[in-house]
Nanobody, 116 residues
Framework: QVQLVESGGGLVQAGGSLRLSCVAS????????MAWYRQARGKQRELVAAIGRGGTTDYADSVKGRFTISRANAESTVYLQMNSLRPEDTAVYYC??????????WGPGTQVTVSS
């Protein structure tokens, strides 16, 4: 089993920055990719950014050039640096971890609110 805990959400003005953190505990050796998803009110959950065990990254088009995903601490911690935030970035952000055999684990989520 893997447990994920996110932190770093909050309220920020448009143009501001936030850094989200996600710490994984438990059977972290089984983890392969880690990612951040978000879900805005009334919308489906969407992938924001992902990072593989070797450091390869992938971003949603809407956040490219503004958000950066990184991994540390023997790859059991993942960060999301969010710059130039926009009101449309407002959502609950979820940390995701996937094992090599495609089992997904989710954190409880952290709210990010961007005011205009």
């Amino acid at each position: 089993q893997v447990q994920l805990v996110e932190s770093g959400g909050g309220l920020v003005q448009a143009g501001g920055s936030l850094r989200l953190s996600c710490v994984a505990s438990g059977s972290t050796r089984r983890l392969n990719a880690m990612a951040w998803y978000r879900q805005a009110r009334g919308k489906q959950r969407e992938l924001v950014a992902a990072i593989g065990r070797g450091g390869t990254t992938d971003y949603a088009d809407s956040v490219k050039g503004r958000f950066t995903i990184s991994r540390a601490n023997a790859e059991s911690t993942v960060y999301l640096q969010m710059n130039s935030l926009r009101p449309e970035d407002t959502a609950v952000y979820y940390c995701n971890a996937r094992t090599a055999n495609y089992v997904d684990y989710w954190g409880p989520g952290t709210q990010v609110t961007v005011s205009s």
